[in-house]
């Protein structure tokens, strides 16, 4: 394992996304099941502080807590703001894997996109 893994890794297959009257959502799961793994954000475009964050379960969600969500060529890692990693089960790092030829994972990172704009 490399000194660069990810505390959380998802292979994201199932993706949902809803914008709705200045609202973002966007999810990124490793399949239907949550108990599989997933990742949420919801919020509005350019109110970081307003962001909120759910991490594979209810009760690790915060608002607040992106510290940085740096896309590359497979998806995205996730970086949480140390002060809210207590608050997300300790976990810094969510690195989420989207497959390049997955048309519905394309449009939810191009929302994600817009979330974080």
């Known amino acids: 394992m490399g000194g660069n893994a990810a505390d959380i890794e998802i292979r994201a297959r199932a993706f949902w996304a ?31 502080k307003g962001l ?26 996730l970086t949480i703001r140390p002060a809210m990693q207590a608050k997300l089960g300790m976990v810094a790092t969510v690195a989420v894997f989207v497959a390049a030829e997955d048309a519905d994972g394309q449009a939810a990172l191009a929302v994600l996109r817009g979330l974080l704009a």
């Not at 909120?52 to 995205?76: M, Q, R, T, W």
């Open 18 to 48: 809803d914008t709705e009257g200045g609202e973002h959502a966007v999810g990124f799961a490793a399949s239907e099941d949550p108990e599989d793994g997933y990742v949420i954000f919801e919020g509005r475009p350019g109110d970081r």
């Open 52 to 77: 909120y964050l759910e991490v594979s379960d209810e009760i690790f969600a915060a608002k607040d807590a992106v510290e940085d969500v740096a896309f590359n060529e497979g998806g995205f890692v």
